[in-house]
């Protein structure tokens, strides 16, 4: 999974694409994307990461005050669209840009077609990650102007046992020591391959 989200991003970010992360809630889907931009292999080195997890149901307005925040676009005020989009657009023509819109579902169509308008831009270099559940996978779909631009569609699934012997140790010290049969039973048990499962595991072992 690590190498085909890595090709993924390199795919997209090389392309200035669209990329569709999705899978099941609590599958892993922010903590692959930790993972990837943590190893320092791929965008880090020579394109600007920028992080959104929008509130629930934003507007435009609040896209826009989101992405004013993350860009620390101090100077300009999303309050006045026109002057903004100016300087958001300035600024994401300086160098390449990576978007990673975490719950991209809470997105309504407008939010959409303001990442379009974005995306669209001849001056703008930009590369857009949405990470959705696979209930959110049908509203993205929906888009039509945008799913239409999205070059890479890549579902995390849970984690094969292989994968939680590897992944689980590096998720939580507490499971470094721990007897790699002991992590396969509470994952055949318990977790069955979900990262969301394995926090509340540890979380209760902890306490």
Same mark, same amino acid.
């Given at each position: 999974m690590f190498q085909d989200l890595l090709r993924g991003l390199e795919q997209t970010a090389d392309e200035r694409a669209i990329m569709c992360l999705y899978g099941d809630a609590g599958c892993g889907k922010t903590f692959a994307l930790e993972t990837v931009f943590a190893s320092k292999t791929l965008p880090a080195r020579r394109v600007r990461l920028v992080r959104l997890l929008p509130r629930p149901a934003p507007t435009a307005a609040a896209l826009r005050a989101d992405l004013a925040d993350a860009l620390d676009l101090a100077?300009?005020?999303?309050?006045?669209? %026109?002057? &903004? #989009?100016?300087?958001?657009?300035?600024? /994401? $023509? !300086?160098? #390449?840009? /990576? /978007? !990673?819109v975490d719950e991209a579902q809470r997105l309504d169509?407008?939010? &959409? %077609?303001?990442?379009?308008y974005l995306f669209d831009d001849a001056g703008t270099r930009l590369a857009i990650v949405l990470a959705v559940g696979e209930r959110g996978l049908a509203? /993205?779909?929906?888009?039509k102007m945008l799913a239409s631009r999205t070059a890479v569609w890549l579902k995390v699934p849970a984690?094969?046992?292989? %994968? !939680?012997r590897w992944a689980i140790p590096r998720f939580h010290p507490l499971w %470094? $020591?721990? #007897?790699? #049969?002991a992590v396969d039973l509470l994952d055949t048990r318990l977790c069955h391959g979900n990262f969301r499962r394995w926090a509340q595991a540890t979380h209760h072992t902890l306490r």
């Open positions: 100077g300009a005020r999303p309050g006045e669209p %026109e002057v &903004f #989009d100016m300087a958001l657009r300035k600024a /994401l $023509a !300086v160098r #390449d840009h /990576l /978007l !990673v169509a407008a939010c &959409f %077609e303001y990442l379009r509203v /993205l779909r929906r888009q984690l094969t046992p292989r %994968e !939680v %470094e $020591a721990s #007897d790699p #049969d």
